[in-house]
């Protein structure tokens, strides 16, 4: 290890916790105590956080099979008995059968076109040297650090133009857009660790510089395409700016979006039992995902921070 | 591996670099423009104004409201956030008590359990997660001050998001919530890379944990903290500030302006109010922060990097 500055300023209060535990000789018993004491502490406060995380979750699964009488009535109370019909209800009148459709749709359409994208682009930039790679790579990295809200007003204007308003096919074309600065930035550094060798070898062999990529160096990418993908798939599932600007048209909302006009115009209808049936039913599939993909998805959303 | 190497160059570029110029690039240019402009966005015709939006802005009183709350969202919530997840995170990974016969550093136990759960709230879509707290908020049916009820503080019964006093803390909690997990898991990943017998050194010298946190895990960790920071603030200055403020609070931005953020102002301008050149204007302004924030903190973050 190399330290080469001064440490980090320490606090008053752990100075005094060291010249506490240096007093050589202390009485191992006490030394002990204190050590269970702050364990119990610590642990503690991570159970705390724990019940916090997961309490808001089981209540809202909790009320989704209450009728509204008693969600307004008493909002811990167990439900009376499991009203299935809300989970219905909200599937069928309240349209989220439609807003899973859309969502579907345009998720997987902008994340294959993403991926496809975003590893051809990567790939250029990383392995080809050519006038202007430079300032492309960084064209594209630097949409990371732009307020995207500051596009959308033109955008509106540039989507509406192009007849693309309100389309699903819009709405994907704008996904991938706004999901290549990352895709691009994790791919090219992924793409820049591969070993050069193999796609040399393949090229000799005569294959073409698009048959290397596709069948030599996109296999190899496998380990980055999933992480990159796992990550593009959530923001885009979970995406809710785009498609408040760019999405106005009612049949064609998205999951996000669906939800909170259904909790607007619950407003005046009056079914929260539907609403929160809705709002469980759209959180479950994603944490079901999630805590069978654990691994996967944890290595795919901190990927890109930890490079 | 020269040849028709230009052609595959050009064909592999065209098309993403062609789709993220017309809906990225493009747009970002013709806002900048577009701030110097009468615009409305209802019609096409506009003329140039020069300076008049800036001025505007300048003695625009909801403006400097929702750039002082912008600013606090960038500033207060990461530290908060990230300080939250470094301490559970030290105390997930190295907290532990120790136990004869094991290895002299290790976390508390049920540490994989705490790493899965605190992460639930990532991923799931901000707007849900705002959806449920504006119901848990509600004063006289929601979640939080029926709990308060139900252990006898009936006099404590805030109204939470409708008491301008209390709404922004209300929203910015929201995000705190459903961020820390990311960051633990984050940070956590961090921590296990670092060499045990860094640890191992520091107790033989009968460092506690507190000096152990602040002379090992937070210096080795600075790199992942200050990215993280950047990553924080610019998510709360942009997309997550503007769905929970958009979804929660009355008004939206309100009551009394009390939560309005920059972010939702220029959307309120352009697509509510039929002021395109001037929800540009604002936008332009938040551009400004935007970069300004992650220049100082990559500024004043800047350390020797540690090798180990």
Not at chain 1, 125 to 145: E, K, Q, V, W
Not at chain 2, 129 to 144: C, E, H, K, Q, T
Request: glycine share 8%; with cysteine.
């Amino acid at each position: 290890m190399k330290t080469t500055e001064t440490p980090a300023p320490v606090p008053a209060e752990s100075g005094a916790s060291v010249s506490k535990a240096d007093a050589p000789a202390g009485p191992p018993s006490r030394e002990k105590r204190e050590g269970t004491v702050l364990n119990v502490f610590s642990h503690g406060i991570l159970v705390i956080w724990a019940i916090m995380v997961v309490l808001p979750l089981l209540w809202a699964v909790m009320t989704s099979f209450k009728d509204d009488a008693s969600i307004f009535g008493s909002p811990w109370s167990l439900p009376d008995a499991l009203h299935f019909d809300n989970w219905s209800r909200a599937w069928t009148q309240a349209n989220m059968s439609d807003y899973f459709l859309n969502t579907v749709l345009v998720v997987g359409g902008s994340l294959v076109g993403t991926l496809v994208l975003g590893s051809m682009a990567a790939y250029v930039l990383a392995r080809f040297d050519f006038p202007g790679n430079r300032f492309i790579y960084f064209l594209f990295i630097g949409g990371m650090s732009f307020p995207i809200m500051l596009a959308l007003v033109p955008l509106f204007y540039v989507v509406n133009n192009m007849g693309l308003l309100n389309t699903i096919h819009g709405l994907i074309l704008v996904y991938i857009a706004y999901s290549l600065p990352f895709t691009v930035f994790f791919l090219t550094a992924f793409f820049r660790t591969l070993p050069t060798s193999v796609a040399e070898a393949a090229f000799v062999d005569g294959a073409s510089h698009t048959r290397t990529f596709f069948q030599i160096m996109l296999p190899m990418a496998k380990p980055g395409l999933i992480s990159v993908g796992i990550f593009n798939f959530l923001g885009q599932w979970n995406q809710y700016m785009l498609p408040t600007v760019l999405n106005t048209d009612p049949d064609k909302r998205v999951l996000t979006q669906g939800l909170v006009q259904l909790a607007v115009s619950q407003g005046y209808k009056g079914d929260w039992s539907g609403l929160f049936a809705g709002l469980v039913m759209a959180m479950l599939p994603v944490l079901a995902a999630y805590v069978v993909f654990q691994r996967q998805v944890v290595a795919g959303l901190t990927a890109g921070a930890l490079k | 591996m020269q040849h028709g190497k230009y052609r595959f160059i050009v064909g592999f570029l065209a098309v993403p670099l062609g789709v993220y110029a017309l809906f990225v690039v493009w747009p970002f240019i013709q806002s900048i423009y577009y701030s110097f402009t009468d615009w409305t966005g209802l019609s096409p015709e506009f003329k140039m104004v020069g300076f008049d939006n800036y001025e505007r802005m300048l003695d625009d009183d909801i403006f400097w409201k929702s750039l002082q709350h912008s600013l606090l969202f960038a500033l207060l919530l990461p530290l908060v956030t990230l300080s939250l997840a470094l301490f559970f995170a030290f105390m997930i990974n190295v907290g532990g008590r120790r136990r004869r016969g094991r290895p002299v550093i290790s976390g508390v136990r049920g540490s994989s359990f705490y790493k899965i759960v605190y992460f639930f709230p990532q991923v799931l879509s901000i707007a849900i997660v705002a959806l449920l707290f504006a119901f848990a908020y509600n004063p006289d049916s929601g979640a939080i001050n029926s709990l308060l009820r139900g252990i006898g503080l009936d006099s404590v019964q805030p109204l939470w998001l409708g008491d301008p006093s209390l709404a922004l803390w209300c929203v910015m909690a929201v995000l705190v919530w459903s961020t820390v997990g990311f960051f633990v898991v984050l940070f956590s990943a961090g921590m296990a890379s670092v060499p045990a017998d860094l640890y191992e050194a520091a107790l033989l010298d009968g460092a506690g944990r507190a000096t152990t946190f602040f002379r090992i895990t937070l210096p080795l960790l600075w790199d992942t903290v200050q990215s993280g920071w950047v990553y924080m603030g610019i998510l709360a200055l942009g997309a997550e500030s503007f769905a929970v403020v958009q979804i929660m609070t009355t008004g939206p931005g309100g009551p009394d302006y009390s939560t309005t953020v920059m972010v939702l102002y220029v959307y309120q301008k352009a697509f509510r109010d039929g002021q395109a050149a001037y929800a540009t204007t604002i936008g332009v302004a938040l551009l400004v922060v935007t970069l300004a924030f992650a220049a100082v903190v990559m500024r004043l973050g800047r350390r020797e990097r540690l090798e180990y």
